[in-house]
């Protein structure tokens, strides 16, 4: 996303810099990107889609401006989750805008910008670039062009929907039932579009798109907003239960019980899948998938690699090496057939097939991608992160048997138990994962770290 943050510490100019994103920041942010991505020099347009929150439409309306004072052209797909934006920049080859905040509460929104085939455009790819230029922008005005380009809208969510079932078809599979919660955001949207036919039997919740999210964050990775989704399943006997965040780029399942099953088990399942379409090809999985996630892609004959957590360096290593999928804890999961970027619906449309070509229950067919026990996410706030990491390091880093690496912020590794803790990028935070074989050594481990980063700890499970 466009880091607001950023312009303001950069820009200290009150008045003329606003204190949050508003529609000034995006018409800057609009023909900022165009001169850094050298819009006019190749495609000459720009994609942009956005969500359902309110201040969304005005946003991307005003970003649009910016695009076409340059003399760039728009095509506005309108409302849209991330992933269908990501399909339109793929399908169109164009560099795209999709506005949305994601999971965060109403009164967020930001900017997620990609260059054309889905692309990422990271800090060193372009973002600071922009950053600097809207800076620049904001303080000396736009320039616009004598000939502007033009704006027209293109309806892309069939086309959007009939890729995703050519790339996993379900017309063969059992029939299922699935109850859907879309936390009132974009899945709503998306869903009944890709689940228009077939064998699946979809119960919605929450299909109304309001960005006000009238009955629970649209975060599904905080357990508090499964709740409604496990009672759902549990009553009406379903097979499954799918939650989508905000903008529907993430998918969270819990199965016919209303168990979640962790993001790192999905992984390890598609991951077999696609290996067996695609023998021998790379897989990539942040560093804090479980260790059944290597473990996996190495015995189906794919060869794993292991990232840093975040979306632009897992696109970046799928770019570098071919690999086939990359999947996050977060449940984030990428694919090389959709340009390499994330959808949740896809990862979706993967889990029902999985489980609609046999005849076992989820609970049954997924714990064979469980192997081991995990503490989550657990974030901790501290005064000096930096401190914290190396005091902990100091202590664990001497002892026989341990290994210890720098990929993203500290992972220290027994063989028995692994925990990796690294800085948050926002916020005072520390955030702790913890695996071992059993629930007694996890809990020891992670209590232990614990006591290490604060005597007593503010601790709350959260996403990165």
């Not at 018409?27 to 309110?54: H, K, N, S």
């Not at 168990?259 to 992984?267: E, V």
């Not at 695609?278 to 560093?287: D, E, K, M, R, Y």
């Not at 202590?395 to 026989?400: A, I, L, S």
């Amino acid at each position: 996303m466009v880091d607001v943050a950023a312009i303001f510490k950069a820009y200290d100019v009150r008045g003329v810099v606003p204190d949050e994103l508003d529609e000034s920041v995006a018409r800057a942010t609009g023909a900022a990107f165009v001169e850094v991505l050298d819009v006019l020099a190749g495609p000459g347009a720009v994609v942009i889609g956005y969500d359902m929150r309110p201040s969304s439409p005005g946003l991307a309306a005003a970003f649009a401006e910016g695009v076409t004072s340059t003399g760039a052209d728009v095509i506005n797909i309108g409302l849209a989750s991330t992933d269908q934006l990501y399909f339109a920049s793929g399908r169109l080859q164009l560099p795209g805008a999709m506005f949305t905040a994601s999971h965060n509460p109403a009164q967020y929104n930001g900017i997620k910008m990609c260059r054309a085939g889905a692309s990422p455009v990271g800090a060193e790819s372009g973002l600071r670039d922009i950053a600097d230029l809207v800076a620049k922008m904001l303080i000396d005005g736009l320039s616009p062009v004598t000939v502007p380009g033009t704006a027209r809208q293109r309806d892309l969510l069939t086309a959007y929907a009939d890729h995703l079932n050519d790339l996993v078809d379900l017309s063969g599979i059992r029939p299922l039932k699935v109850v859907v919660d879309a936390g009132n955001g974009m899945g709503g949207h998306t869903v009944p579009a890709v689940f228009a036919t077939g064998p699946v039997e979809i119960l919605p919740l929450y299909f109304e798109l309001d960005g006000n999210f009238p009955n629970h964050e649209a975060n599904p990775l905080d357990p508090k907003n499964l709740v409604d989704l496990q009672a759902k399943v549990r009553e009406t006997g379903a097979d499954l239960g799918l939650a989508f965040d905000g903008d529907a780029d993430r998918c969270f399942v819990v199965d016919e019980k209303g168990d979640p099953i962790s993001p790192s088990a999905i992984t390890g399942a598609v991951a077999v899948r696609e290996l067996a379409k695609h023998p021998g090809s790379a897989v990539i999985h942040n560093l804090i998938t479980s260790k059944a996630v290597p473990e996996l892609i190495t015995e189906h004959g794919g060869t794993p690699i292991r990232a840093r957590v975040g979306h632009s360096y897992i696109k970046q290593q799928m770019a570098e090496t071919d690999a086939v999928f990359g999947g996050e804890h977060s449940a984030h999961y990428y694919f090389r057939d959709f340009w390499r970027a994330d959808t949740g619906m896809l990862a979706a449309l993967h889990v029902l097939a999985a489980l609609g070509e046999q005849d076992k229950p989820a609970s049954e067919l997924f714990s064979v991608y469980e192997r081991y026990v995990a503490s989550g996410e657990i974030n901790s706030r501290v005064e000096d992160a930096a401190a914290t990491v190396a005091a902990i390091e100091d202590t664990y880093g001497d002892r026989e048997g341990i290994t210890v690496d720098h990929l993203d912020g500290l992972t220290v590794d027994a063989g028995q138990w692994w925990f990796n803790v690294r800085a948050s990028n926002t916020e005072p935070l520390l955030r702790l994962n913890v695996e071992a074989g059993d629930a007694a050594t996890m809990e020891r481990v992670r209590d232990e770290v614990l006591a290490l980063i604060t005597g007593a700890p503010e601790v709350s499970k959260g996403t990165r």
